[in-house]
């Protein structure tokens, strides 16, 4: 355990204005509030603190980083409060610990529930100040290397995917390469102990079989650069275990096939003997394709800089090289850390804080911390593009990342009013995977809103988040707004009008807090209008009446009493049923169904047979002629297609010289003379579909015309 002076003086090597008197304050304060304590090592528990402070001062923070890393369990651990913290070193020292302080576990949330909650809480106090990340770090990282005195072996596995989950990831984004890849390690160390020990293994038979290879490679690139004037110092390491298993998994090939398990480090002066050295090394060795990468010019987002390649360099090893300024390596090696060495000739213009203002976002949009979670793994879990504005703005975005992804990381509102897109002034659909350089312009409308087929193929966990979002809110609307009109046509039927006092009265009952809460529970089926009357008045007399079927049981409900069906949004609180594809203009009724809102079917859909015995689940719906908008509705047709040159090309003319537009074609069978398929045309109501189908029977080419049903 690093003793008092010991600590000082090393914060004191590097920052000689450090507060001496508050360091020393701070190791006493902390040694006498955790006292006798142990950990589960047997080591006094105030060698923790200790080490976690260490560990700053190796990446030379601040004099109250240190301070807080020696104090960071007191408040928690101890009898010591935050007043005694905040009377004895100040408000940015308690304000600092009160960040870093563990998080109570709340008893009644799954294990996922806990960890997703302790990270928001943990993303909202380092939104404040990222040193409160720094400090939870070093505490993490300390933990991991005393992990195997866990005694319990499911904590373990616990503390080795937290670690995998967030801390690495978190670590990456900050910038500091050494915590991320021994976080890994040792997470991978707990979690995969034979494949860690399998790659272990090959690597020390690398060793011995190649001597130093390492150090070969490194002296005939150094010369090779010298040769071509350029001053450099190089130098190589093996990737870390957890690196190369990753690699096998992501390209699903064995470690004989590795051939870039090294990697070597290229450091100059200045920027353009980065580009000078680029060129020495490719003009000497062949390069291996696709494999360039310039950070230099387009820096990730935690202000990493490098050029990357990889050739095939001495002794024809595959390497991969990195070639960099000594300032780009001290940020490629501490991250963040490395604004408080440069603080006197360095300025941030907040970029590399960008990834944190977006998880932000998305905490603001997520439903649930477990959702949060999910979201934000996207975002840190992933390679990156870099694309561009139409004015040149630089965004960069998850690998597989869409039109969409980017319309969400301009802002919030230009997503959920994007309407379609352009990728180097080409249009595209919005699915489209962007790729590195793209320019991305995104078109908008007031009248668009997100669409649940986003949530399909956005990968960002910000549009993921803000689509979910408006599907929840809407989806909660439509049920209240249709669970409102269903109770008041079964109201009207009965004779009564709803009025509120009364409803109200009987909220109780139903064990909701509000109308809208009752509206929603009949809107999602949980309830029926009917429900509702009879306890709102036991004592009515009720003259239930059953809508019609296909097969003449039971009667349609009066047209005054129907629901109008309109804003319908697929996939929310009102469905058009899949089987019979129901038209406006068509008769239709509704079947509720419980958790799923209401499904409308055509009046004489073979479905509606299996509802029959359950008449509290019919709902009579119209058509809406009021509502606004042309929305597109699909017809389906099975048509029967003669087998010969030009069939499908008049079929499809048919369909165009009368405004329907083909969404799906399916061939079902094919013979010598005929095809049967079918086909999924958008269109507007019945009239529009039966226009379509007349004149398609109108057609030589074209055997028969049937809607489709079932």
């Known amino acids: ?101 563990k998080l109570s576990q709340i008893e009644t949330l799954s294990d996922r529930a806990k960890q ?3 990270f928001r809480k943990l993303l909202l106090a380092m939104s404040q100040d990222i040193r409160v990340l720094l400090v939870k770090q070093a505490d993490r990282l300390h933990n991991m290397r005393t992990l195997q005195f866990v005694r319990n072996e499911k904590k373990r596995s616990r503390i080795a995917l937290e670690t995998m989950d967030i801390y690495a990831p978190l ?40 001597g130093d290879i390492v150090g070969r490679v490194t002296s005939e690139l150094t010369q090779t650069l010298a040769k071509n004037g350029v001053e450099a110092d190089v130098f190589g390491r093996e990737k870390s275990p957890y690196s190369i298993w990753r690699k096998m998994q992501r390209k ?68 991969e090289i990195q070639i960099r300024t000594e300032e780009m390596h001290q940020v490629a090696e501490l991250g963040v850390a490395a604004h408080w060495q440069f603080k006197q000739n360095r300025t941030t213009d907040g ?62 509102e230009v997503g959920d009013r994007c309407v379609s897109a352009k990728i180097n002034g080409h249009a595209v659909p ?54 409102r009109e269903i109770v008041e046509k079964a109201f009207r039927r009965e004779g009564r009008k709803v009025v509120t006092r009364t409803l109200k009265s009987v909220l109780v009952s139903f064990s909701c807090r509000t109308l809208d809460d009752l509206f929603a529970m009949v809107g999602q089926g949980q309830l029926t209008g009917q429900e509702v009357f009879d306890v709102t008045y036991p004592s009515a007399k009720r003259g239930r009446k059953r809508p019609a079927t296909s097969n003449g049981n039971g009667k349609a409900a009066p047209e005054e009493f129907a629901v109008p069906i309109r804003g319908l ?31 409308v079917h055509t009046k004489d859909c073979e479905t509606l047979e299996n509802f029959v015995e359950m008449p509290e689940q019919w709902v009579g719906v119209q ?30 003319s048919v369909i165009g010289r009368n405004n329907g537009n083909i969404s799906n074609l399916k061939i079902n069978d094919r013979a010598e003379e005929f095809f049967e398929m079918q086909i999924d045309i958008e269109v507007s109501d019945v009239k529009h579909l039966t226009n379509i189908i007349a004149e398609l029977r109108a057609d030589p080419a074209v055997g028969s015309v049937e809607r489709a049903r079932g």
């Open 1 to 101: 355990m690093m003793r008092q002076y010991e600590l000082v003086e090393r914060v004191k090597s590097y920052d000689p204005g450090a507060d001496e008197d508050a360091l020393n304050r701070a190791y006493v304060f902390s040694m006498k509030a955790h006292g006798t304590q142990k950990r589960e090592s047997g080591d006094p528990y105030f060698s923790h603190p200790v080490e976690v402070a260490g560990i700053l001062s190796d990446k030379k923070l601040d004099c109250d980083s240190i301070i807080t890393g020696l104090l960071h369990d007191t408040v928690e651990d101890t009898l010591a409060t935050m007043e005694d913290i905040q009377g004895l070193f100040g408000d940015d020292v308690a304000r600092l610990v009160d960040g870093v302080t």
């Open 116 to 118: 997703a909650e302790n």
């Open 171 to 210: 670590a990456e984004r900050i910038g500091i390469r050494d915590w991320k890849d021994e976080l890994e390690d040792r997470a991978f160390m707990e979690l995969n102990p034979d494949a860690r020990d399998s790659i272990e293994r090959r690597l020390t038979f690398l060793r011995e079989s190649g």
């Open 252 to 319: 699903n090939i064995g470690f004989e096939q590795l051939s870039d398990i090294m990697a070597f480090r290229v450091i100059v002066e200045r920027v353009e003997d980065c580009y000078q050295a680029l060129g020495a090394i490719h003009g000497h060795y062949r390069v291996v394709p696709g494999r360039f990468k310039d950070y230099v010019s387009i820096p990730k987002p935690n202000d990493y800089r490098s050029l990357h390649t990889s050739v095939y360099g001495p002794e024809n090893q595959r390497i």
């Open 351 to 412: 970029r590399q804080y960008r990834w944190l203002r977006e998880l932000l976002e998305i905490l603001d949009h997520a439903e649930a911390p477990e959702e949060f979670l999910e979201h934000t793994k996207l975002e840190m879990f992933s390679d990156q593009v870099f694309c561009f504005s139409p004015k040149g703005d630089l965004m960069e975005l998850p690998r597989g990342a869409t039109p969409v992804d980017f319309a969400y990381a301009v802002h919030t």
């Open 430 to 483: 919005l699915r489209t995977e962007l790729k590195n350089g793209d320019q991305v312009e995104i078109q908008t409308s007031k009248v668009q809103t997100p669409s649940p087929m986003w949530d399909g193929f956005v990968v960002t966990g910000k549009a993921r988040a803000c689509i979910r979002r408006f599907v929840r809110s809407q989806t909660r609307e439509q049920y209240i707004r249709l669970g």
């Open 569 to 599: 949004i697929p996939g929310m609180a009102v469905h058009l049923a899949a089987c019979c594809h129901p038209l406006p203009g068509e008769q239709i009724v509704g079947i509720v169904s419980t958790g799923k809102g209401l499904t």
């Open 623 to 652: 058509w809406d002629d009021s509502a606004e908008g042309t929305a597109n509705h699909v017809g389906r047709l099975i048509v029967i297609l003669a087998n010969r040159p030009g069939s499908l090309a008049a079929l499809t």
